[in-house]
C-alpha cells in the first residue's frame, strides 16, 4: 500500500506563497525573453527583409497561445484527469506525432525534429516529453498503490515510456530531448520514493547510454571541441566558431552588460543568437548581474515547484509537479551550460526566453499543470489532505 504522504510529512496548508512566486517568476523570464529576442533577432529579420520585429511577434503569438493552454489545464482540467484513461490517448497522440515526425518530418540544421502544418512549423519532441512524463507518474503511482506489480509495472515502462523515449532519440537524433526526459523520469522516481539504490543503478545506466551515443556517433563526438574551439582546424572559424563568439559575448559584456540593444555579437557574428545563444546576449547586454538573475530566477522557479510538489494531496500530483519543474530548470541550465561552454551544444533553447513557439507552448502547459496540482492543495488542511488521499490506515493492535 502506499505510504500516506501526510502522515509522516508535516505540509504547510498554505500554498499560496510558491504558487504565486511561480507565477511572478514565469512573468519576468517571459518578459525578458520579448526584449532579448527583439534586441538579438532584429539585425536577423532586417537582413532577412522581414521586418525588424517579426521574431518578437511571432513570440507574441505564441505566448499568447501558450498562455491560454496554461489557463486550460489548470483552470478546467483537474490533475487527476491524465491519471485516468485520458493519458492513454495522450500517449497514443504523442507516439502518432513521433511517426509523424520520422516519416514525414522537416530536416534543419542536420536534424529531422519539425513537422509542417500549414505556415507553421511545430517540433513535437517538445509536447511529447510531456507525455511521457505524465505516463510514467501514473505507472509509478499505479505500483505504489498496488494497482500493478513490479513485473507488469517493469514491462509497461519500457514499452510505454523507454521506447518512445528511444525511437525519439534514434530517428531525431536528439540527444538533448532525450536527457530532459530521462531527467523528468528521474524526478518522477526520487518524488515517487523509489529506493537509491534503483536511483544509483537507473543513474549509472543513463551514464553508459549517455557515452555510448556520443562516441557512437561521430559528429556527437565533434562536438566536444568545445572544450578547446579554438582548436577546430581552422583557427576558430569552423566547428569552434559558435562557440567562440558565445565566449566573446559573454567577454564584452563584463559585468554590468554593454547595455540593452547594444550587442556587437547579433550582427551576424553569433548564430542562433536568438534562440539557442540568446544566454549569451544576455550576458553582453545585461552583464554578469543579468546572466546571474536568470539563473537565480530558474532556482526560484525550482524551489516553488518543489514546494508545490510537497504539498500535493496525492502521489501522483507531486510526481507530475515536481517532474515538470525539475525537467523545466535542468533544459534551462542544459542551455545555459551549452553558453557558457560547461556542455556541447544540444540545440535546446532557454525556457520562456528563446525565440520557438513549440518551446513556449510546451513550457507554459507544463506551468499549467503544475498549477493545477497547486490549485487542488490551495487552503486544505491536513486533515482534507487525507480524506483526499483516499488512503486506509490500519490502527495497530495495543
Known sequence: MARDRTQNTVVSPDTNGPRLILLLVVLALT???????????????????SGQASYLVDQ??????????ALVLWKLIPYRFWAGPAIWVIWGVAVVLL????LLGLTALGAQRWLSIGPFSLQPSEFVKIALILMAARLFSDLRAGAIDMQTFIVQILIFVVAPTGFLFMTQSDLGTTAIIAVGVLGVMWLGEVPLRVMLITIGALFVFAILAVLLSSYRGDRFLYLNPW???????????????????????????????NSREKYLYLPESETDFIYAIIGEELGL???????????????????????ATDDFGAMIA??????LVFQAFLNIGCAIGVFPTTGKPLPFISS?????IASFMMVGIIMAVSEDSAGKDIYERRREDLRVVRRADS
Open 60 to 69: 507574441l503569438v505564441f505566448a499568447v497561445i501558450g498562455i491560454v493552454a
Open 289 to 311: 548581474i543579468g546572466a546571474v538573475l536568470v539563473i537565480v530566477a530558474f532556482l526560484v522557479l525550482l524551489w516553488a515547484g518543489l514546494r508545490i510538489a510537497r504539498a
Open 356 to 360: 520557438g513557439g513549440s518551446s513556449l
Open 99 to 102: 511517426l509523424l515526425t520520422a
Open 322 to 327: 515536481g517532474a515538470l519543474t525539475i525537467m
Open 31 to 49: 518578459l525578458l525573453g520579448f526584449v532579448m529576442i527583439y534586441s538579438a533577432s532584429s539585425i536577423s529579420a532586417i537582413t532577412e527583409e
Open 231 to 261: 582548436n577546430d582546424g581552422e583557427g576558430g572559424q569552423g566547428a569552434g566558431y559558435q562557440i567562440i563568439h558565445s565566449y566573446y559575448a559573454f567577454a564584452e559584456g563584463g559585468i554590468f552588460g554593454s547595455g540593452l540593444g
